[in-house]
């Protein structure tokens, strides 16, 4: 079946510095979601990703999406403690409907 | 305008019980997921519904089972409890269930199964 696998698993940076973690599947996606899950707390949904080569910005979080459609990238710039959590990627199941295989996620955890 | 809201927050369990788990979807959305997370790992899909009927399903055992009621609520039940069905139990809902629909959670039913 279809698999996504994120790296790194984790990262510790300092306030200020970037991040950025990667986001690939085993198969062609139709689009990719990202979400972030603050400790404690649940999923909530960032940005949907469509087209191939797609890159779209949120203030200092930057989204792209793989040519392919294979693999996509959340890169942060500037760190904060706010930013403080677990990202998700996620991408639709290979049949109709709205399941999505979420990968592994990768935690963030920022030193002030 | 409500959110998605799951009951109960918590819950602990023996082995071979049963749970009854419940959310309702924010307003306005008529598709509602289910997924299991484990601790430090991303959430798993159990099954969707939509229109009252199943959609779709995971890699979950029979054990596994859902409702979803008229007006868009639903359950997720489990029978025969296992010590592996520890985790945190999210709904989610979307609209129309279709593929592009971006997801909306709850805050999740954290199960513990002793």
């Known amino acids: 079946g279809q698999q996504v696998m994120q790296i790194p698993q984790y990262q510790h940076v300092q306030e200020g510095e970037d991040f950025t973690t990667y986001c690939n599947s085993s198969?062609?996606?139709?689009?990719i979601q990202w979400y972030k899950q603050r400790p404690g707390g649940h999923p909530v949904f960032l940005i949907q990703?469509?087209?191939?080569?797609e890159v779209k910005k949120q203030k200092r979080l930057t989204f792209q999406f793989g040519e392919a459609k294979k693999n996509s990238s959340l890169h942060i710039t500037a760190t904060q403690t706010t930013d403080v959590g677990t990202y998700f990627c996620a991408g639709p199941g290979n049949n109709a409907g709205n399941m999505l295989t979420f990968g592994g996620g990768t935690r963030l955890m920022v030193k002030p | 305008d409500a959110g998605v809201t799951q009951s109960p927050t918590h819950l602990i369990k023996t082995r071979g019980q049963q749970v009854t788990l419940r959310c309702s979807p924010k307003s306005g959305h008529d598709t509602v997921s289910w997924y299991q997370q484990a601790l430090g790992q991303g959430p798993q899909f159990i099954f969707q519904y939509y229109e009252e009927e199943e959609r779709q399903r995971g890699n979950f055992p029979d054990r596994f089972s859902g409702h979803q009621f008229p007006n868009y609520s639903s359950e997720l039940n489990v029978n025969a409890l296992l010590l592996g069905d520890s985790a945190l139990y999210l709904c989610?809902?979307?609209?129309?269930?279709?593929?592009?629909?971006?997801?909306?959670f709850g805050n999740g039913t954290r199960l513990t199964v002793t």
């Open positions: 198969t062609t996606l139709s689009n």
């Open positions: 990703l469509v087209k191939s080569g």
């Open positions: 989610a809902s979307s609209l129309g269930g279709g593929r592009t629909s971006p997801l909306h």
